[in-house]
């Protein structure tokens, strides 16, 4: 795996994101292991020890997944890229960059934000502030993949402690909230409008997690890029070898954990290019 020289994000946009996945998940993991789930869980037995393990690996996937689609390299490296012979039907699939004023790999596009050539490129991330491409494409779908898992088993648990264990309580904050947005605040505790605050970003972290997960998934499952608009995925290669162009070789144990070694098929370079008639049918396998 090839790291990124600078991979910290360089917009503000994007800094504030990556602030808030390093710095606010983590307070909100550290919030619902410390206050909410010894509130239902007795300390000490098989429930709350087994709920404690996993949620320190759903957060080690978080984290780990998201610094690995941050820090792994997916730029075309034009010393070593060769084009295929002139003529040739591969050397056809590939396209001038004018920007870099080079020949670009097949499925690649140029970024304007990351000022690259970016193999496989399917999207520039505002989390990251990097290019989702060929060789981290796995870490971003991983991480959003737990980070789906993660924000809906902590909104469950945070509805619990509210609702059901102090449902007095914040059934009156939220008809309260209603009537006066400032002045009836006053009358609860710190802690109270913390949960209120927690619960709220818990659940918009649910939402955008899902809404990104759905939108990667039909580009996923036809070997697709959101570059290319073509009817006929061209390198749909059956939904088997597809997963496998992302998580590798080894990708019934790669989504487990980030650093489980899983060598792509490819090199990012040269693509099976699916016959024109074949498309269609193996899209319906």
């Not at 098989?46 to 320190?56: E, K, R, S, V, Y």
């Not at 890229?81 to 670009?104: F, M, Q, S």
């Not at 648990?157 to 006066?180: D, E, H, T």
Request: with cysteine; hydrophobic share 40%; net charge neutral.
């Amino acid at each position: 795996m090839k790291l990124r020289r600078n991979p910290f994000p360089q917009k503000t946009s994007s800094l504030f994101l990556f602030l808030t996945l390093t710095v606010i998940v983590p307070l909100g993991w550290i919030y619902d292991i410390c206050i909410v789930l010894p509130a239902i869980h007795e300390p000490g037995g098989l429930p709350h020890t087994f709920t404690c393990l996993l949620a320190i690996f759903l957060l080690l996937n978080i984290e780990g997944n998201f610094l690995a689609s941050m820090m792994t390299d997916t730029s075309v490296d034009f010393e070593s890229a060769v084009p295929p012979p002139d003529g040739t039907e591969e050397r056809l699939e590939w396209k001038h960059c004018d920007i870099c004023d080079k020949l670009a790999p097949p499925k690649s596009r140029h970024c304007k934000y990351c000022g690259v050539c970016i193999l496989k490129r399917h999207h520039h991330c505002g989390f990251t502030g990097y290019c989702v491409g060929h060789q981290n494409q796995r870490y971003f779908l991983c991480f959003v993949l737990y980070t789906v898992i993660g924000s809906v088993h902590s909104l469950i648990y945070n509805a619990i402690y509210m609702w059901g264990l102090n449902g007095s309580v914040y059934s009156k904050i939220y008809f309260n909230f209603w009537q006066s947005i400032i002045m009836t605040w006053f009358d609860f505790t710190f802690w109270e409008i913390l949960q209120v605050v927690v619960f709220g970003l818990n659940f918009l972290l649910v939402t955008i997690s899902i809404a990104i997960l759905c939108m990667n998934a039909s580009t996923l499952w036809c070997s697709d890029v959101c570059c290319h608009k073509e009817v006929e995925f061209k390198y749909h290669n059956g939904v088997v070898n597809n997963l496998k162009s992302v998580f590798g070789l080894r990708m019934h144990v790669a989504w487990l954990f980030p650093f489980i070694n899983s060598p792509l098929p490819e090199d990012g370079y040269n693509w099976e290019k699916v016959a024109h008639g074949d498309s269609r049918k193996k899209i319906e396998d």
